[in-house]
DNA sequence: CGTTATTTGATACTGTGTTATCATTATCAA
DNA sequence: TTGATAATGATAACACAGTATCAAATAACG
């Protein structure tokens, strides 16, 4: 990755431009305007890219295909919308300040905190 | 699902007996000392069975197959070790306070907080 | 411009987790 | 105990997301 390509810049402007964590089907929707006729696989490949140059990172659902947004961002949770299925970016803050800290309209049926690390077990070897 | 097996028996005992979520093949190992020569596609069949039957729920993980707990517990999230790659319940208590909840000799590295719920944009309609 | 090597798009393929199939075994009501 | 039928185990089949392949297109260098 290399080359300076109209599907590359569509690809990393749609992720930029989003303000969300998007899915790659939704990179590509979003890119088809800039770059009409991109394949799947192109955004496979140029996602796998960015996320190598560190330019992304991954979000990561259960159960789900993950999104990605631009890299850098201060620490911050997601809002997954159970009707379209989007993941909006919340400040942040987090719980039990969350409820503050979500956009007006949004409705929250519940919460999942996963914690990650090493377990005594693991710590001792 | 209406007999009483030796099978079904092990799977929902190892899942009850465990204290931590399962997954899949966890409940195959967990089961087959009460149930020799189990097979992974009876595995499959009885977590959905105690699935529907509201004895068992699902902890889903991002990127990672899901893990089964005993039903009706009361608010709590999880911790999944990086190393062993046991998923690990924690108490009651939400983010801060989730530091004083951990098990002696757990490690955070990081977490992850997400949120379910309805955005406004759908809300609307 | 022309050459060369990278990128692309279409699609075949892969890997993983789960479900379907089906002959055999086991439960349970009579 | 027996007979109906549900559950099991082995494994084939499936679904899904992502990756490999390869001919054609195109960027980048002179």
Redesign the pocket.
């Known amino acids: ?8 810049r569509a690809i990393r402007r749609a992720l930029e431009d989003a303000g969300r964590p998007l ?2 089907l939704e990179v590509l929707e979003a890119s088809k305007g800039e ?1 009409p ?12 890219a960015l996320l190598e140059e560190g330019d992304i990172s991954e979000v990561a659902l259960p159960g ?3 999104r990605y947004e631009a890299a850098g961002k201060d620490h911050h949770h997601h809002f997954r919308c159970a009707r379209c299925e989007r993941v909006y970016e919340l400040g942040g803050a987090c719980l039990p300040d969350l409820k503050n800290a979500l956009p007006r309209g949004f409705r929250v049926t519940s919460h999942e905190v996963l914690v990650h690390g090493v377990c005594a077990a693991c710590s001792k070897r």
């Open positions: 990755m290399q080359r300076d390509t109209s599907q590359r899915g790659a770059a006729g991109l394949g799947i696989a192109t955004v496979y490949r140029n996602i796998k789900e295909p993950p």
